[in-house]
């Protein structure tokens, strides 16, 4: 199995920037990423995928020109950089895998492992 552990969430006041990380183990190169986040009383919402190779990404239309994500295979970790968070960018952001995937990174059920989540607040 993979394991992921999530970080980097916190209080920011909108504007702000945050770099949310993921680092994993067993093999990471082989593996397509992606970000999810949830908000209490909403379905889990995609936000960002990266392939396995790195060379492609996907954005959700609402991030899209502000969050970038980006991987390092050397450190077994995958990024979320967040720019101009708004109140609506406040959730429990996730990290998913799925080994090597080519295809709708945008549904949750493409991936088949998950990390614990790491909170994200952003005050108006």
């Known amino acids: 199995q993979v394991h992921l552990v999530e970080s980097g969430g916190g209080l920011v006041q909108a504007g702000d920037s945050l770099r949310l990380s993921c680092a994993a183990s067993?093999?990471?190169?082989?593996?397509?990423m992606g970000w999810f986040r949830q908000t209490p009383g909403k379905e889990r919402e995609f936000v960002a995928a990266i392939t396995w190779s790195g060379d492609k990404t996907y954005y959700a239309d609402f991030v899209k020109g502000r969050f970038t994500i980006s991987r390092d295979d050397a450190k077994n970790t995958v990024y979320l950089q967040m720019n101009s968070l708004n109140q609506w960018d406040t959730a429990t952001y996730y990290c998913?895998?799925?080994?090597?995937?080519?295809?709708?990174?945008?549904?949750?059920?493409?991936?088949?492992?998950w990390g614990q989540g790491t909170q994200v607040t952003v005050s108006s």
């Open positions: 998913a895998a799925v080994a090597y995937y080519d295809g709708t990174y945008y549904f949750e059920g493409t991936y088949d492992y």
């Open positions: 067993g093999a990471f190169s082989s593996y397509s």
